[in-house]
C-alpha cells in the first residue's frame, strides 16, 4: 500500500534554510502528483506546495519564492527546500499524492525559532 515517510525536519533560525524529504513507497511520486502540507497545533492542516506529474509546481502565496518542491524519480522521494525560513513556516509538514490522497505519514516537525 502507499506510505510516506517524512524526514528533515529541525530547529532552524529565522533566515536559515532546511530541506525536507519524503520518501514513498507503494507508488511512483514520477507518475503521480504529489503535495505538501503543514499543521500548526489547534489549527487545520494546511496545504503548502504541489507539484504535477509533469513536473509543474504551484506553491502557497506565503511561501513562493522561499520553497522549492523537487522530486528525485530515482530514489522515489520528493523534497521541499525551504530558503530565508520565517517563525510562520513552523509546523509539522506531510506529503501526500493528490487528488487522491493515501493514509498520512507522521509528519516531519520544522520549527522556526532563534
Known amino acids: 500500500q502507499v506510505q510516506f515517510v517524512e524526514s528533515g525536519g529541525d530547529l532552524v533560525q529565522p533566515g536559515g534554510s532546511l530541506r525536507l524529504s519524503c520518501a514513498a513507497s507503494g507508488m511512483s511520486v514520477a507518475d503521480t502528483n504529489m503535495a505538501w502540507y503543514r499543521q500548526v497545533p489547534g489549527k487545520d492542516r494546511d496545504w503548502v506546495a504541489a507539484l504535477t506529474s509533469r513536473g509543474l509546481t504551484s506553491y502557497t502565496n506565503s511561501v513562493k519564492g522561499r520553497f522549492a518542491f523537487t522530486r528525485d524519480n530515482g530514489k522515489n522521494t520528493v523534497e521541499l527546500q525551504i530558503s530565508n525560513a520565517k517563525p510562520e513556516d513552523s509546523g509539522v509538514y506531510y506529503c501526500?499524492?493528490?487528488?487522491?490522497?493515501?493514509?498520512w505519514g507522521r509528519g516531519t516537525q520544522v520549527t522556526v525559532s532563534s
Open positions: 501526500n499524492q493528490w487528488p487522491h490522497m493515501a493514509t
